[in-house]
């Protein structure tokens, strides 16, 4: 696709569960960020790549929370044992040349913890 | 740290009325801004940015933006809203090689 795509679109899960979400950025695009947007809190960064390095991974909320990339591609976030505060929408943006500073986002997941 | 204040949360306006939403920034070196625009059930998309130059800035569909270094403001703009307007709006400051988010403000245009 020509986008950023992200998978599940909507995950309701138990509390104390595990879940993986993914996110497909823009071929060709060497960095990849994952940011969180809950109600009223704006968007909060969480981890960006470069290739399949993490510099910045000052963002996690805990060590509950984790991420990978492969292939200088696809990226997986990991959330352990969920919390209900973790329910929110995970965003994932992708851009080939971050000087220039244009993210091109995917539409999100929506975690709901119960 | 680098990072944005959004002052106001909510932007009610009636159609083809002025509006302003307020964006004002923190930081110690040179700035990159940025303003991201979420309209209904889309993902985010940039709408315009400042890197250096002319510290107006445009984007395609009327919207303008001023960097203001004495006031470290960036302010948007635009002198006649459309219903298709309606969005939440997000400035942004890059920091390193992350972009730092504000909180967003919501433009609800009413006919």
């Known amino acids: 696709g020509a986008g950023v795509s992200q998978s599940p679109s909507n995950k309701v899960t138990e509390k104390g569960k595990d879940v993986e979400l993914r996110c497909d950025p823009i071929s060709g695009h060497t960095a990849l960020y994952w940011y969180r947007q809950s109600l009223g809190q704006g968007l909060e960064f969480l981890i960006y790549f470069q290739g399949n390095s993490a510099p910045d991974k000052s963002g996690l909320p805990s060590d509950r929370f984790s991420a990978e990339r492969t292939g200088g591609s696809v990226s997986t976030l990991t959330i352990q044992r969920t919390q209900q505060e973790d329910s929110a929408v995970y965003l994932c943006?992708?851009?080939?040349?971050?000087?220039?500073?244009?993210?091109?986002f995917g539409e999100g997941s929506r975690l709901t913890v119960l | 740290a680098q990072s944005v204040t959004q002052l106001d949360s909510q932007v009610p306006v009636f159609e083809e009325a002025p509006v302003e939403l307020r964006c004002n920034y923190s930081?110690?070196?040179?700035?990159?801004l940025f303003w991201y625009v979420q309209y209904p059930n889309q993902g985010l998309q940039l709408l315009l940015k400042?890197?250096?130059?002319?510290?107006l800035v445009e984007s395609i569909n009327g919207f303008e933006a001023e960097f203001n270094k004495s006031q470290t403001s960036f302010h948007l703009r635009k002198p006649s809203v459309h219903i298709s307007d309606t969005a939440e709006y997000f400035c942004a400051v890059r920091n390193t090689d992350k972009l730092i988010f504000g909180t967003g403000t919501r433009l609800q245009v009413f006919p």
């Open positions: 943006a992708s851009s080939p040349d971050i000087g220039r500073g244009e993210l091109f």
């Open positions: 400042y890197l250096s130059g002319s510290t």
């Open positions: 930081s110690s070196v040179s700035v990159y």
